[in-house]
């Protein structure tokens, strides 16, 4: 049993293609004389969409290339511009912890200041109040001289003292130590050939300090070596008639 071939519908004759006027037929005349044959036409396929298809592809393609293009040129300027932004964060970093050790530094010297201040205005409070006590603390020193120091007197006067050095107050002036004019008051000055340089030979006060504050001088006996021979009032008299003379 012959089979209708595929695309056929029942009832329908073969497919024809378009008509084409045969050789030799005149041309311009809208009709065919009579008993013209009409020659048939193989069938086409047909392939609606394959020119569109085409360009869709190309112009996809052509946005692909230009978006790369778009991309590459974008990157560019990123990459160049790293290096530049890398070195701009290193000074900026450098900057900063140049500004910390000089804080740090700031700070350090600021705390040793007010360590210090610290430090001057408590010996200044204690030197003051000590100072005060100065007449008592002499007192002291003259009854232990004659051996008057004794009993409950003694308990409070150890006491004294003791509480005196507690905070700080010492006592300088003892014979023998160089003489230092600015710790000692030179109540008298002898030569003496048993001495190289100016001690003090007698303390007739001792002197009382607290850290670098100077409550009292101590009030001493200076003792120095006897000068050379020649160096006498007589030879700056001699002088003293030689420029009259000049005179």
Do not use: W
């Not at 009409?38 to 298809?53: E, K, R």
């Not at 000590?130 to 003259?142: G, H």
């Not at 007739?204 to 006897?226: I, N």
Request: contains cysteine.
């Amino acid at each position: 049993m012959n089979h209708p071939p595929a695309g056929h519908r029942s009832g329908e004759g073969p497919r024809r293609g378009p008509l084409r006027p045969v050789a030799g037929a005149p041309r311009g005349t809208g009709s065919l004389p009579r008993g013209t044959a009409l020659a048939d036409t193989p069938d086409t396929p047909d392939t609606p969409g394959t020119a569109d298809t085409a360009g869709t592809a190309d112009t996809a393609a052509g946005r692909r290339d230009a978006a790369g293009q778009g991309a590459e040129a974008e990157a560019a300027p990123r990459t160049s511009g790293a290096p530049a932004a890398s070195g701009d964060a290193a000074v900026e970093r450098d900057d900063c912890l140049d500004d910390l050790r000089r804080l740090k530094a700031e700070y350090d010297n600021y705390r040793k200041r007010v360590e210090r201040d610290r430090i001057a205005l408590r010996e200044i409070a204690v030197a003051n109040v000590l100072r005060r006590f100065l007449p008592a603390l002499d007192a002291v020193a003259r009854a232990r001289e004659h051996g008057e120091v004794s009993g409950g007197f003694a308990q409070v006067a150890d006491l004294l003292e003791q509480e005196a050095v507690a905070l700080g107050m010492r006592s300088f002036g003892t014979p023998g130590e160089p003489f230092d004019p600015r710790r000692h008051e030179a109540l008298t000055h002898t030569y003496s050939a048993d001495v190289e340089h100016a001690v003090c030979t007698e303390v007739f006060r001792a002197g009382y300090r607290v850290g670098d504050h100077l409550l009292r001088p101590a009030q001493v006996a200076v003792g120095e070596p006897a000068p050379p021979e020649g160096d006498s009032g007589d030879s700056g008299g001699t002088a003293d008639g030689a420029t009259d003379t000049e005179r």
